[in-house]
């Protein structure tokens, strides 16, 4: 039975509903930003680049860097997004649009965010980078989906336990990266492996005061004092999680690195976020090239 139109929804050019792309246009090994002006900061190093499609906050690119190809696409912010972003990149690679069709033969992808976030220890510094080994969604995407077995039970208790989050909260759920990329990347030890909170805005669900009161004004101590088997909770951000999880529900493999903009114990945010991000980009080309 075709997928109904209504569920795989194409554009009049026979493109995926939002990101307008084709399957030709996507690479296997995709690096996902949340920033759509970060595109070009990471195109900027490839030595040609076949595809520019832009639609929303989905801007992507598809180019070669020193043989590699890749395709670069802008999520924007927050798990919502990844949601839409993850279905249709897997279609793209694993349904035949035209019969609307899974295919036989499943594609694997290689996702790899470059990304921004806070960092909520004090060892870890403003301006460094961090690997995240597992993600804490504070979201709710998963849930709706049927994902028990790709979830790490234990951990997503003990987070449930430790930050006693009221009962009208979202339950926590916990996903890792692909063990393989996370090994590619962090085994120079030029970057550090860490725990990843992945919060459901920037404001209060980050601790943020601005001029609205918290719900629990305990909630930032409390995960910064989380520790599961001598684990901890090292940065906060808005994606990971739903990117851990979508990519794992597809037999994808997924890895997000972040360049930490503030450290949320000194007070500080970063006064030069370019540097750091091209820093990672930089990085991140030079370990996909041996992958
Ligand atoms: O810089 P990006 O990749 O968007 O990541 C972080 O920055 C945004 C918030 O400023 C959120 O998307 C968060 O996850
Ligand atoms: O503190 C921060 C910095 C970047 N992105 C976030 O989500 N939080």
């Known amino acids: ?5 209504s569920e795989l929804v194409l554009n009049e050019d026979g493109s995926i509903y939002h990101l307008h792309l084709l399957p030709h246009q996507l690479a296997d ?3 996902t930003v949340g920033d759509p002006e970060r595109v070009e900061k990471v195109t900027q190093y490839f030595d040609d680049i ?14 070669t860097y020193q043989g590699k190809r890749i395709s670069v696409i802008s999520t924007g912010i927050g798990t919502d997004n990844i949601d839409i972003v993850f279905n249709e990149l897997d279609a793209l690679a694993n349904i035949d649009l035209e019969k609307r069709e899974v295919k036989k033969n499943l594609k694997q992808l290689q996702i790899i965010r470059v990304g921004t ?19 804490i969604g504070f979201d709710s995407l998963l849930h709706f989906y049927k994902s028990e077995s790709i979830q790490e039970l234990e ?13 009208f909260k979202a339950k926590p759920y916990v996903v890792n990266s692909s063990a393989e990329l996370l090994d590619h990347f962090t085994q120079s030890g030029e970057i550090s492996k860490g725990i990843t909170a992945t919060n459901v805005g920037f404001y209060a669900p980050q601790g943020r005061v601005l001029r609205a009161p918290l719900q629990d004004e305990n909630f930032m101590q409390k995960l910064t004092q989380f520790n599961y088997k001598n684990l901890r909770v090292t940065n906060l951000e808005m994606e990971t999680s739903g990117i851990y999880g979508m990519a794992k529900l597809f037999g994808h493999q997924a ?12 007070g500080e945010f970063s006064k030069n976020p370019g540097e750091i991000v091209d820093q990672l980009i930089k990085f991140t080309l030079k370990k996909i090239v041996t992958l």
């Open 117 to 135: 976030s806070g960092a909520i220890q004090e060892d870890i510094p403003m301006n460094s980078l961090v690997a995240t080994q597992t993600a």
């Open 255 to 266: 890895l997000s690195l972040n360049a930490i903009l503030a450290n949320r114990l000194t």
């Open 29 to 31: 090994l995709i690096i």
């Open 50 to 63: 076949e595809v520019n499609v832009r639609k929303r906050e989905f801007h992507t690119q598809t180019g």
């Open 1 to 5: 039975m075709p997928i109904k139109e």
């Open 155 to 167: 951990i997503a208790k003990e987070v449930e336990h430790q930050l006693a989050l009221a009962d």
